[in-house]
Structure formats: structure tokens, C-alpha cells
């Protein structure tokens, strides 16, 4: 298993480049099984959970010819419309398979995703929407099984509580369902924007992505498209703080500043000086000392739950208390025990974490325990006295592309070891 060692205390400079977002692309890969024509995505990022979904796309029946950065997909014809437990296990955005095959197929097998690192995260939510769609569904052995002999219908669905992939799933299978379907209360994330996008490049009828009611009049089939997937927010929120926390002078590249709209803003009002010295571009200055402010993690637009544990890694430096809530998951501070291994002073009480600093942080060896909490160990050990080894960062692998070349090539001391 590989480890990242890396030594504290360079400040990041110069510029660090913005990949394709991994929690983008995984719907749009999804998105190919509803068409039987070719389509073609470019920045897809080469992380592992896009490896995984591409595998699991395989199985499905689908053609997947990877060349670089661009994925080609084509699925004539659907063999077996199903996702293990072997793979949704790995990767719980396996369910995204869902609603597409449903739709294309009338017929689907999903393993349950069970626990994981962060938390329940059950998908009753897609389960309820594709039966309001018309779908019958039987839960047996750990699967579920949708079954929609004639066709999905269109329907009026509304989510008790707001869902990012619950909503792509949904959306993907209204899409070929006969009729309208409104979705209420719909995740307004960017990433469900750029999934809409694309399904109405492939002909989908699709109003109000990026608000909270999505209309979709279903259509018969849809064809084949071309489409460049957004740059990763949580990535470029990432590299952002690092920059921040470190006291460097870091531009991040080819972002979209308006994704990063909470996070900038929270950074402003800690002290830190951030601009925009491009329309894809954002910079960080810090060195100033940085105040503690209180954040709390919601739904887009509001501060992504996908940054919460780098923010708590900053706070760690900032004067005084910050009181950090977590609302989406109820299990998500797994980082905060390994950050006290480093000298944070941080205490838990339910969904809240409160952050006292600034402390020295001293390197240690540490444990990733998902994707996030990892980013939020480079972040740590980047300040740190010393030398912090980070172990399972296949962790990271998950969803940061070439993570430490990127901060190596801003100065960061990481390398990784087998
Ligand atoms: N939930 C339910 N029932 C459902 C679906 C969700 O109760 O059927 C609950 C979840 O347990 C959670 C909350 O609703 O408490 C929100 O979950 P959501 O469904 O929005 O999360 P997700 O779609 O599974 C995506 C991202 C996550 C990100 C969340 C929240 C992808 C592939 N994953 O997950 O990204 O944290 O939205 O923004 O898009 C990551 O990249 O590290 C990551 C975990």
C-alpha cells in the first residue's frame, strides 16, 4: 500500500492546474447507457473511482476506449444490467447505474451500498423516485431489483431531503420515461448541472438544473454526444486552502470561481486575501495571521460538506475557536482524531467540532480513513514540523489526480513510497 511522506513548512507558489471533476464525470459516464450511439466526454479525470465505474460500465456491456484525459463510450447493447456488490462496496456511486439502465432496459440489479466511512447513506430516495416512476422494486440478498416491463412513466417526485446522486439517478431515468416528471426539492450542485447539460446535447428535455425543480418531458431514445466535463470545485477548494494554510501565494487554474463561491467567501472573512486574476482562475495570498470563523457545511450553494475536513485542517491555524457543524453526514470527522495525533486541539460533540488555534502541528504518522479526510492529512502535514507519513492513500487515490506531483510542482515536499 502506498504512503505519502511529506515534510512541513514550504509555503505554496506559483500555479496549480485544475482537473475534470471526478463527481461530475461519474454520472456522465452512467449517462452513455442511455443511448446506444457513441458518446464521447473529455477531463475525465484518471483518479480510481472513475477507473472503477469504467469497469463497472464494462460489465454492463458498454465499449469504454480511454485516451487520456477524453473517454469513449459506447453500449449497443446492454448484456447484463447489474452492479455487484464487489463494486458498489468500493464505490457507492455505483447506484448511479440505476436509473439509466431502468430506463434503457426496463430492468435493473443494484447491490445495497451498506455503511461506509461517513456514514449510512442509504439510497432509499432513488429506490422512492423510480417507484413513483413506475418502476416495481424487490429487495432481496443485499440487491435491490427495479423492474419496469413497459416503460417508466413521468411523475411528480419530491425529495424529503435534498440528494446529489439521488437526483442525477432520477434524472436519468425520467429522461426516457413517457410524459413529464418534475423533481422538488432537487440538488442544485454543479455537478447535476453539467450532467443535465449533457443529457439534452443527447436530446433530453430537461428545464430549471440548478434550481430545486428540475422539469423533464421524457423523450423516446436519445443519441449519442460530445461533452467536456467541469473542473473539479473540490479539487480546486483544496489546492486553495493548501495555498491559504501554508502562507504561500498560489493560483489555482482552470476552476470556476462561481463554484467556489462558499469557500472563498469563508476564506475572506478568516483574513486571508483572495482574487481573481482570471475568469478560470482564483489566488490565494496568505501570511496574514488568520482569525477562526465558524462554518457549517450545506447543500449547494452553501459550503460543500467535500471540504469540510480541509477547512478543519485550516482552522487548526487560524487564533481562536471555530465551531465547525456538519449537516449531510452524520459520521464525517474521522480526520479530527488523526489531526490531535498532530497537535490540533480539536474536540467533538455530535456534528459539531470545535477547532481552538492556532497550534503547532508536529508530523506524525497518520491514517486516511476516506478521500477527504486524507486531503485534509496533505493539508496538516504541509504546515507541520517535520516529517508526516500518510498511510493508505488509496484513499486519495480515489479522487485526486496526481495530488502530490501537482503540490510538488508548487514547491510542497511530498513524495510517495510503496
Ligand atoms: N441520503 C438518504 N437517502 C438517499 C440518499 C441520500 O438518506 O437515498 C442522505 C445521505 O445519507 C446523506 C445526505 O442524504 O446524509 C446527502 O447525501 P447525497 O445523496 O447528496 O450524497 P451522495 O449523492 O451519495 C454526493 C457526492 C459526495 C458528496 C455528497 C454531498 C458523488 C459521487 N458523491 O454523494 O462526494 O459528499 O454528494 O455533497 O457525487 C466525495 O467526493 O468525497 C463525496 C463523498
Known sequence: MDKFVITGGTALQGEIPTSGSKNAALPALAAALLTEEPVTLHRIPAVRDIRTMQRLLVDIGCKVDVDGGTVRLHTERVVCPEAPYELVKTMRASSLVLGPLVARTGRARVSLPGGCAIGARPINLHIFGLEQLGARIEQAHGYIEAVATEGLRGATIHFDRITVTGTEDLMMAAVLAKGETILRNAAREPEVTDLAAMLVKMGAQIEGAGTSTIRIQGVERLSGAEHAIIPDRIEAGTFLIAGA?????????????????????????????VTQPGPDSLQVRGGNPIRSVDMTTEEYPGFATDLQAQYMAFATQATGIAIVVETIFENRFMHAQELARMGANIRLDGKQAIVAGPTTLTGAGVIASDLRASASLV????????????????????????????????????????
Do not use: F, N, W
Not at 487554474?253 to 472573512?269: D, I, W, Y
Not at 496538516?380 to 502530490?404: C, M, N, P, S
Open 245 to 273: 494554510m501554508t502562507g504561500g501565494e498560489l493560483t489555482v487554474t482552470g476552476c470556476v470561481p462561481e463554484h467556489l463561491g462558499a469557500l472563498v467567501s469563508k476564506l475572506q472573512q478568516t483574513g486571508v486575501h
Open 379 to 418: 493539508l496538516a502535514a504541509l504546515v507541520a514540523k517535520g516529517e508526516t507519513v500518510i498511510d493508505r492513500v488509496y484513499h486519495i487515490d480515489r479522487g485526486y489526480e496526481k495530488i502530490e506531483a501537482k503540490l510538488a510542482h508548487a514547491g510542497a515536499k511530498i513524495r510517495r513510497v510503496e
